[in-house]
């Protein structure tokens, strides 16, 4: 299987350093800057378990030097996927895969929900330029339960978790998503494979679409959060607002967000991946975890007072921090 990693950083150097190292695929990643420069001369390396896993990378900065692949791991940031997408026509077979490994809703979520309507979510896919670009019917959806740094460009950090679920963006099951789940087993991950991914998305939205905003507004780790009475009553309620709006959706969730929380306290004083990037100074992904959220609930008449508020202030601070579009 030809299989090309779009952007090696925290999450696609993870998946990419273990699936070089497995060497049951002809990998290739596409890059750019440091990290591409890095790529080229050091390789793949991922610091797990106390050793340095290191594989050699074959990195481009130019998809037109690949030619068509059999899966693409899609694993950059939702701001930078608009401009990407088109560009990665190249890479694009009949039979391609795309599989991305993106925090929050995608840009393919609403198709095929009627309650959503025909047009695309405007918070992750203004004016449906991702979607026509990568159309819905060549995603396998998939959901990371890992946590990754990375301390300098074309490093990577591993802190917790190796586990992927993934499933046909329509639901159901097919033997494309069982060829790639043997791939990421192959390279050591823990895979699950769903015939509800839309749900696995949502449930997993669910329980970090409070934490990463709050936590990068205040520089808070999650137990610090959680250990807030007001701070985790905010939160709560907003997380009311959101499974409601599954209930409307097919994306139901049974238990509370109390229980949610008494699982993120299991996972102690870690930085949520928005504070990391808020500490970095880089883009944060609001639309896919806050602002498409709220999109739905407009959609599907449901009301999202402290959603709003909670997408106000954080947008309100990524702007004046340079890490969202005026």
Known sequence: M???IIGAGAIGGFIGTRLAAAGQCELTTLARGATLQALQQHGWRLQMGGETLTAPARAVADPRELGPQDLLIIAVKGPALRELAPTLAPLLGEQTMVLPAM???PWWFGEGTPALGAAPLESVDAGGAISAALPAHRVLGCVIHASTQTPEPGLVRHVMGSGLIIGEAF?????RARRVADLLIHAGFNVTLSQRIRYDIWYKLWGNMTTNPVTA????????????????AFCIAAMREAAEIGRHIGCDITESPEDRHNVTRKLGAFKTSMLQDAEAGRPLELDSLVG???EIGQRVGVATPNIDAL?????????CHGMYPA
Do not use: W
């Open 2 to 4: 030809k299989v090309c």
């Open 103 to 105: 925090n929050g809703v």
């Open 171 to 175: 639901g159901g099951e097919s033997e």
């Open 217 to 232: 507004m205040t520089g808070a780790t999650a137990d610090k959060l959680l250990d807030d009475p007001l701070a985790s």
């Open 292 to 294: 498409a959220v709220r």
């Open 311 to 319: 997408f106000g202030l954080a947008r309100l601070f990524a702007r």
